[in-house]
């Protein structure tokens, strides 16, 4: 009857509740870094401060990603207007094809700190995230 006891759901071990709860801040901190999905753990995970730390660098890097689109689209239009231009517009698709990659690299970077259960600034735009209070 002991034994009976011993597997009911109320007495669970502690430490598989604090796993699961690790991994569901893992999950939400893996989602902080996948551009627009950044906004889920902002909000659903707000009282978290490990998920939350994550969540306002990925919103920085989302930020910074549309910017880049942005800009990229902008003078796409800007040099494709002149039919001289075929040069510099290739230079510039070098330009920002470098630049979505360290994009890319922040982001896994980011998923990186979160699997490991570290919570530190992503260089560049690290100290920024700090600033954001949502």
């Given at each position: 009857m002991a034994e009976e006891e011993k597997n009911t759901p109320e007495n669970k071990p502690r430490e598989s509740k604090e796993a699961s709860s690790i991994d569901e801040n893992k999950l939400f901190g893996i989602l902080s870094y996948i551009s627009f999905l950044c906004l889920i753990p902002l909000f659903v995970k707000k009282d978290n401060e490990f998920v939350y730390f994550h969540a306002k660098q990925g919103l920085v890097l989302f930020i910074l990603e549309i910017a880049v689109y942005i800009l990229n689209r902008i003078a796409i239009g800007f040099l494709f207007i002149s039919i001289f231009t075929l040069g510099i517009l290739q230079v510039w698709g070098l330009i920002m094809t470098l630049v979505n990659l360290g994009l890319f690299v922040l982001a896994i970077l980011g998923i990186v700190n979160v699997i490991q259960n570290q919570k530190k600034e992503l260089p560049l735009i690290?100290?920024?995230?700090?600033?954001?209070k949502i």
């Open positions: 690290g100290k920024y995230a700090e600033k954001i």
